[in-house]
């Protein structure tokens, strides 16, 4: 099985002898898959209705010949400047009311009639033409799914989405609890996208429109994709895109890719870009449903610190790459190829970056090429994961929302900080949906999930009595899917929650732990009281409890716990992991182990086998070096 390496190729952007040298260097570097025409839609149809896919031939002859498949883009992310002149509606117009100018990416409401025949046009003729083309490997629709538009016409398609939800005004009314500042409505037309306002906006209102631009966007990448199954059977996916302004709920869009693909850019300079690498990777293999994905873009020599760039330090390139194969891709590709002369991205780095083949970064490049073809063994293996963290975008999207009693509950970070907890302890995790099955999970952690269901509050009670752990975080099953308060969790912790106290300090523990952000007035009903508030106005009340239910037990934490305390009780749950970054995969009776080491220390763990990179035999005792990586298969 191969596992696939390369990235963005923008031969469109260059002359034609720079194709020749590019595909030299690919074969150089082990590159095997490169995705074409992303941002090509103006050379692909200069003018409506006028073709030139010349220069694409040339270039995808080219690329076979040198050995290098292609994941063939339809380019309808960024719609040509004739498009916008024909069609000034089909412009995004933001929550503001102010409608955009072309003149950068994205130009387009994916509501309006004249883009998504104009998608589905560009998609169809380079269907047609190159679904037998020899080195297609899979079909890349649009790039990055996210934007959002509050135009008439978006206006118009979401009021048709609330008549599907709701079937009529009256359930949404209730839903929407319209009785509160006099918003109830009699007429579908009174209805409008939730533009900015005098004040805050109705919480229902906002969350029904993510959900109506999930749809949206779905419905856009279906049309795209039928299009393209007219003529070819090759697979069919579209990159997904992470971030607090994306309507994309990734887990729904799954099952209609054949390949999960993500991107990654990780912002922080130090410990936390790996430790992003690793939640991302994860949160893709949820998605994918523990099948195999695939990192379709990350960048080559630096990191996107606060709009400054960060290098890569030697050697952590290939550690993010690889961490992201150790957690089920299969393979590593990167924005871009070859640096851009010009344009906005001018300056992002790339696997030839402005220096040219003679730089230490494709140096790295090309050692990394020559790695993965010794790793392929892994692609059709499993992840081990014993414990699972909950995922719902519609909970991140409903605490987006401007009623909260805190600005700083963030959902996103909760679940970041419990997904980081259980890294820095060695141990890998799943995320799994809250309505998921969840019983080969020793363990389950609920990280502020705001917003539940009755089937998830359900589950998690039949998994608790089937013997698991569930840990249940602050902020957690307080409404429901009209997001109307109902706490449905606090029966199955045993706990009564009477007052919820934000914090702006630390608060102590009597343990001699902290808490922060966060606190509870709680009663232990039926609950055994673990670590109580020391000090304040909540000294010597119940801070994390715990319930025997069944079989298994319900965990409480009511506060945000530093992270000394958080590893204290990650290891009461889990034990002690290694000190390195640990992801096993296993497949029958083999395991492969990858080890990354992201310090500047060899560190030295028991192993036994074969480690791969340098082909030699591991027996009792294996050396990580410092900041290098080691996988070793063992039986």
């Given at each position: 099985m191969t596992l696939w390496y390369g990235g963005d190729y923008n031969p469109d952007q260059w002359d034609p002898a720079v194709w020749k040298e590019d595909v030299e260097l690919m074969r150089r570097a082990g590159v095997n898959l490169v995705t074409v025409g992303v941002f090509s839609w103006s050379s692909l149809e200069p003018r409506p209705g006028e073709y030139d896919f010349g220069w694409l031939d040339q270039v995808l002859d080219l690329l076979h010949d040198g050995g290098v498949s292609v994941d063939l883009a339809t380019p309808t992310a960024s719609p040509p400047p004739w498009f916008t002149r024909l069609h000034p509606d089909a412009m995004p117009v933001t929550a503001d009311g102010v409608r955009l100018t072309h003149g950068s990416r994205d130009t387009y409401c994916a509501c309006a009639p004249a883009y998504r025949d104009a998608a589905r046009g560009i998609a169809g003729k380079l269907a047609e033409r190159y679904a037998d083309h020899p080195a297609l490997a899979m079909w890349h629709v649009h790039n990055e799914y996210g934007t959002t538009c509050y135009c008439p016409l978006a206006a118009e398609r979401f009021r048709e989405w609330l008549r599907e939800r709701y079937g009529s005004l009256d359930r949404l009314n209730e839903a929407w609890t319209t009785a509160f500042w006099s918003q109830g409505y009699g007429e579908w037309r009174d209805i409008e996208p939730p533009r900015k306002t005098q004040y805050m906006?109705?919480?229902?209102?906002?969350?029904d429109f993510r959900r109506f631009w999930s749809d949206e966007l779905l419905a856009a990448y279906r049309e795209q994709k039928e299009v393209i199954r007219a003529f070819s059977e090759a697979p069919v996916t579209t990159n997904f895109v992470f971030?607090?302004?994306?309507?994309?709920?990734?887990?729904?869009?799954?099952?209609?890719?054949?390949?999960?693909?993500?991107?990654?850019?990780?912002?922080?300079?130090?410990?936390?870009?790996?430790?992003?690498?690793?939640?991302s990777?994860?949160?893709?293999?949820?998605?994918?449903?523990?099948?195999?994905?695939?990192?379709?873009?990350?960048?080559?020599?630096?990191?996107?610190?606060?709009?400054?760039?960060?290098?890569?330090?030697?050697?952590?390139?290939?550690?993010?790459?690889?961490?992201?194969?150790?957690?089920?891709?299969?393979?590593?590709?990167?924005?871009?190829?070859?640096?851009?002369?010009?344009?906005?991205?001018?300056?992002?780095?790339?696997?030839?970056?402005?220096?040219?083949?003679?730089?230490?970064?494709?140096?790295?490049?090309?050692?990394?090429?020559?790695?993965?073809?010794?790793?392929?063994?892994?692609?059709?293996?499993?992840?081990?994961?014993?414990?699972?963290?909950?995922?719902d975008a519609e909970c991140w999207w409903a605490m987006q929302g401007t009623h909260l009693p805190s600005s700083e509950l963030d959902y996103l970070k909760a679940v970041q900080s419990a997904h980081r907890h259980f890294w820095r302890a060695g141990v890998t995790v799943d995320f799994a949906a809250p309505d998921a099955d969840l019983s080969s999970y020793g363990v389950v952690v609920v990280p502020s999930l705001y917003l539940i269901s009755d089937e998830a509050a359900a589950n998690l009670t039949t998994y608790v009595e089937n013997g698991g752990q569930l840990v249940v975080g602050y902020f957690s099953?307080?409404?429901?899917?009209?997001?109307?308060?109902?706490?449905?969790?606090?029966?199955?912790?045993?706990?009564?929650?009477?007052?919820?106290?934000?914090?702006?300090?630390?608060?102590?523990?009597?343990?001699?732990?902290?808490?922060?952000?966060?606190?509870e007035d709680v009663r232990a009903v039926s609950a055994e009281v673990v670590d109580r508030y020391a000090g304040g106005v909540l000294d010597g009340k119940p801070a994390i409890t715990r319930r025997q239910v069944g079989a298994g037990t319900a965990w409480y934490v009511s506060t945000e716990l530093d992270d000394d305390t958080a590893?204290?009780?990650?290891?009461?749950?889990?034990?002690?992991?290694?000190?390195?970054?640990?992801?096993?995969?296993?497949?029958?009776?083999?395991?492969?182990?990858?080890?990354?080491?992201?310090?500047?220390?060899?560190?030295?763990v028991p192993a036994t086998g074969v480690e791969l990179v340098s082909g030699e035999a591991v027996d009792g005792e294996l050396t990580v070096p410092a900041g290098g990586y080691t996988v070793v298969r063992s039986e």
């Amino acid at each position: 099985m191969t596992l696939w390496y390369g990235g963005d190729y923008n031969p469109d952007q260059w002359d034609p002898a720079v194709w020749k040298e590019d595909v030299e260097l690919m074969r150089r570097a082990g590159v095997n898959l490169v995705t074409v025409g992303v941002f090509s839609w103006s050379s692909l149809e200069p003018r409506p209705g006028e073709y030139d896919f010349g220069w694409l031939d040339q270039v995808l002859d080219l690329l076979h010949d040198g050995g290098v498949s292609v994941d063939l883009a339809t380019p309808t992310a960024s719609p040509p400047p004739w498009f916008t002149r024909l069609h000034p509606d089909a412009m995004p117009v933001t929550a503001d009311g102010v409608r955009l100018t072309h003149g950068s990416r994205d130009t387009y409401c994916a509501c309006a009639p004249a883009y998504r025949d104009a998608a589905r046009g560009i998609a169809g003729k380079l269907a047609e033409r190159y679904a037998d083309h020899p080195a297609l490997a899979m079909w890349h629709v649009h790039n990055e799914y996210g934007t959002t538009c509050y135009c008439p016409l978006a206006a118009e398609r979401f009021r048709e989405w609330l008549r599907e939800r709701y079937g009529s005004l009256d359930r949404l009314n209730e839903a929407w609890t319209t009785a509160f500042w006099s918003q109830g409505y009699g007429e579908w037309r009174d209805i409008e996208p939730p533009r900015k306002t005098q004040y805050m906006v109705n919480p229902t209102q906002y969350l029904d429109f993510r959900r109506f631009w999930s749809d949206e966007l779905l419905a856009a990448y279906r049309e795209q994709k039928e299009v393209i199954r007219a003529f070819s059977e090759a697979p069919v996916t579209t990159n997904f895109v992470f971030g607090g302004w994306v309507p994309v709920n990734h887990a729904q869009w799954a099952a209609e890719v054949d390949v999960v693909a993500i991107d990654h850019y990780p912002d922080d300079g130090g410990i936390g870009a790996e430790e992003q690498t690793a939640f991302s990777a994860d949160l893709a293999r949820g998605w994918a449903g523990g099948k195999p994905w695939l990192l379709m873009e990350q960048a080559a020599g630096a990191l996107n610190v606060g709009r400054r760039w960060h290098p890569k330090e030697p050697g952590r390139m290939a550690r993010h790459s690889l961490s992201h194969l150790a957690r089920g891709s299969r393979g590593a590709l990167f924005f871009q190829w070859r640096a851009s002369r010009g344009g906005s991205e001018m300056y992002h780095p790339a696997m030839v970056p402005h220096a040219g083949p003679d730089s230490r970064m494709f140096r790295e490049i090309t050692e990394l090429g020559a790695v993965l073809p010794r790793l392929a063994e892994v692609a059709e293996s499993n992840v081990v994961a014993d414990v699972a963290i909950l995922w719902d975008a519609e909970c991140w999207w409903a605490m987006q929302g401007t009623h909260l009693p805190s600005s700083e509950l963030d959902y996103l970070k909760a679940v970041q900080s419990a997904h980081r907890h259980f890294w820095r302890a060695g141990v890998t995790v799943d995320f799994a949906a809250p309505d998921a099955d969840l019983s080969s999970y020793g363990v389950v952690v609920v990280p502020s999930l705001y917003l539940i269901s009755d089937e998830a509050a359900a589950n998690l009670t039949t998994y608790v009595e089937n013997g698991g752990q569930l840990v249940v975080g602050y902020f957690s099953g307080l409404v429901d899917p009209d997001v109307r308060v109902r706490y449905a969790l606090t029966d199955l912790l045993g706990v009564r929650i009477e007052e919820l106290q934000p914090l702006g300090d630390e608060v102590a523990l009597a343990s001699g732990g902290r808490g922060r952000l966060w606190s509870e007035d709680v009663r232990a009903v039926s609950a055994e009281v673990v670590d109580r508030y020391a000090g304040g106005v909540l000294d010597g009340k119940p801070a994390i409890t715990r319930r025997q239910v069944g079989a298994g037990t319900a965990w409480y934490v009511s506060t945000e716990l530093d992270d000394d305390t958080a590893a204290t009780l990650v290891e009461r749950l889990v034990g002690a992991g290694e000190p390195l970054e640990t992801v096993r995969r296993r497949s029958g009776d083999t395991t492969w182990t990858f080890r990354l080491n992201h310090s500047d220390e060899d560190v030295v763990v028991p192993a036994t086998g074969v480690e791969l990179v340098s082909g030699e035999a591991v027996d009792g005792e294996l050396t990580v070096p410092a900041g290098g990586y080691t996988v070793v298969r063992s039986e």
